[in-house]
């Protein structure tokens, strides 16, 4: 099964042994914003931009492999 864009932000979070309320700080937004982001299967493409330079990971890259995939396997049926 693949991760959700929420599912990969948050784990890079923890990896890089940051805490919500940072994130939130850096964000400009609540708490809850957060959690709710965590939850998201998409997000607008502004706000992974800002959370890919903050958390210093190029998500968008990751997204990109997926697509790649997707087509790959789209032209083998």
């Known amino acids: 099964m693949e ?5 990969l932000i948050k784990e890079e979070l923890e990896k890089q ?3 919500i309320s940072w994130f939130a ?5 609540d708490r809850s914003n957060v959690y ?3 939850q998201k299967e998409s997000i607008d493409t502004t706000l992974l931009f800002r959370v890919s330079l ?3 990971r190029d998500f968008f890259s990751y997204l ?3 697509l790649k995939e997707k087509m ?6």
């Open 3 to 7: 991760k959700s864009i929420g599912d």
């Open 72 to 77: 790959q396997s789209q032209d083998s049926q």
């Open 25 to 29: 700080r850096k964000l400009s937004c």
């Open 36 to 38: 709710r982001l965590f």
């Open 54 to 56: 903050l958390l210093k």
């Open 17 to 19: 042994e940051r805490s």
């Open 64 to 66: 990109s492999e997926r």
